[in-house]
């Protein structure tokens, strides 16, 4: 073995301990951590022969790379939706990498993992009241969500027209019906064979972005012979709308379809008795997408589908890793391998399952139910102010806002309230026109970060 390497190995206390105190160094200044990077310069190296250590490339990282970081998971970071990461959530990504686990089977292949995943999955349901009538699996965000929940519905739409999609491929026979889909839903359209222009839009109710349930059930009617798949939202991104998913219900026990819904992180708000009747209904989804590193505030690279389980082995149709003997009969034993689009997996279930032990029901509840009152707190400043307008109600944790007066400088505001590097918001449209969404799900932020951002709006308008 190489002496770098060996040295590291005789180092390894010294170099988690350096380690450690990066990262404790960061989080203590997290609050203060710029949201924008101001030297955009990035200084390349070379591969070098021998090395420079696990010491020597966190001194390189720190003189060079750690000032482009910004502070995502800081409390002003309010563009896309974005979580933070909460102490539990990192305890549990720290030792995911530790203990480096290949999750895959809860019995008979020595590492057991996989059964741990399977708890947290319980564990999350049991967060957001959902009956234990699905199995779920961890994969690395909503996108992904999505494409499994959809891809195991496609495989339920074909065999409902007696074709079996995994082996014989994709046929025209099936839409996919939704009326404000998350740009990831439109995504998973085109690596699922039905393209990007294929989806049926259903028109939404007046002055909502939520589904016009009328408009559903004429084109149910229309597309009778056909293999249907609904896609539901529960938390658009730029209202948080949500569709009525006990109306979408009742449909679907009249006409039969796949009903995925995307619960990224409006099923979050499940965890709210407040804010619970959003999701009512949601437990007769066949497919549901849930994000971990947002609402959830794990670090990046989390998020859960859950398939009902009687569609067990649609699902296994769909991913099976079949042709390799080595890796057993895929009917033979649970593992994730033939439940999901990956081979190999990391244990990403680990960070949830330290924030769900750690935090609990009263918890969550208490993060979401602050992310929503932030959302409130800024929407109420804003209604105030005498330059800004909200050009949506805050139907939960998202703000929508621009000025009041020169619509053609909302971009060039934001532009520069963004490179202040205090508050982070990201630019949408709503009917058309330009807006400013802010959006809360961060466990850190506070009134305080509502009025720094005040100010800090103030003082941009003032330079315009
Ligand atoms: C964020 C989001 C997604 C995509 O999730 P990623 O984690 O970015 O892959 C999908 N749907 C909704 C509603 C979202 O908010």
């Known amino acids: 073995m190489e002496t770098v390497l060996k040295n590291d190995i005789a180092n390894f206390d010294e170099i988690l301990g350096e380690v450690k105190n990066t990262g404790i160094d960061f989080l203590n200044n997290l609050n203060e951590w710029p949201t924008y990077a101001f030297d955009q310069e990035m200084q390349k190296g070379t591969l070098s022969d021998n090395g420079l250590g696990t010491a020597g490339s966190l001194a390189f990282f720190k003189d060079h790379y750690e000032k482009l970081m910004v502070a995502g998971a800081g409390p002003r970071y309010w563009g896309f939706v974005t979580g933070g990461a909460t102490p539990a959530g990192i305890a549990g990504d720290w030792l995911t990498a530790v203990y480096d686990q290949n999750t895959q089977t809860v019995e008979g292949a020595g590492d057991i993992s996989a059964a741990i995943e399977k708890e947290t999955i319980r564990l999350l349901c049991e967060l957001v009241y959902l009956p234990q009538d699905f199995n779920g699996g961890f994969v690395t965000g909503a996108t992904m969500s999505n494409f ?269 309230l963004n490179k202040r590097g205090k508050v982070f918001m990201t630019p949408t449209t709503l009917a058309g026109n330009v807006c400013i969404r802010a959006a809360f799900v961060n466990y850190r932020t506070s009134k305080e970060d509502i009025e720094i951002a005040m100010q800090e709006m103030e003082e941009t308008y003032r330079s315009l």
């Open 148 to 416: 499994t929940g959809l891809a195991v519905g496609r495989q339920w739409a074909g065999q409902k027209i007696g074709r079996d999609i995994s082996r014989d491929g994709m046929t025209n026979d099936i839409v996919v019906l939704g009326a404000t889909p998350h740009s990831s839903v439109i995504k998973s359209l085109s690596m699922l064979g039905f393209g990007s222009n294929n989806l049926v839009k259903i028109k939404t109710l007046p002055g909502r972005e939520a589904i016009d349930i009328q408009h559903l059930e004429d084109k149910l009617i229309s597309f009778e012979g056909k293999s249907v798949i609904v896609n539901c939202s529960a938390g658009t991104v730029n209202t948080v709308d949500f569709d009525d998913i006990q109306a979408i219900v009742a449909l679907k026990k009249k006409y039969g379809f796949w009903l995925h819904i995307d619960a990224a992180f409006g099923g979050f708000a499940a965890a709210s008795p407040r804010h619970h009747h959003l999701l009512n209904g949601w437990e007769q989804a066949d497919s549901i997408a849930i994000d971990c590193h947002k609402w959830l505030n794990v670090p990046y690279d989390s998020a859960v589908i859950l398939v009902r389980k009687e569609h067990d082995r649609l699902q296994i149709k769909t991913f099976q890793n079949t042709n390799a003997p080595y890796l057993g009969d895929p009917s033979d034993n649970f593992s994730y391998l033939n439940f999901l689009p990956e081979n190999s997996r990391r244990f990403r279930a680990l960070p949830a399952w330290f924030s769900l032990t750690a935090y609990g029901r009263k918890g969550f509840q208490s993060i979401v139910e602050n992310s929503i009152a932030m959302a409130n707190e800024l929407a109420d400043q804003i209604s105030e102010s005498t330059f800004l307008e909200l050009t949506a109600p805050v139907r939960l944790n998202v703000v929508c806002f621009r000025l009041k007066t020169e619509q053609s400088k909302n971009a060039e505001f934001l532009n520069r």
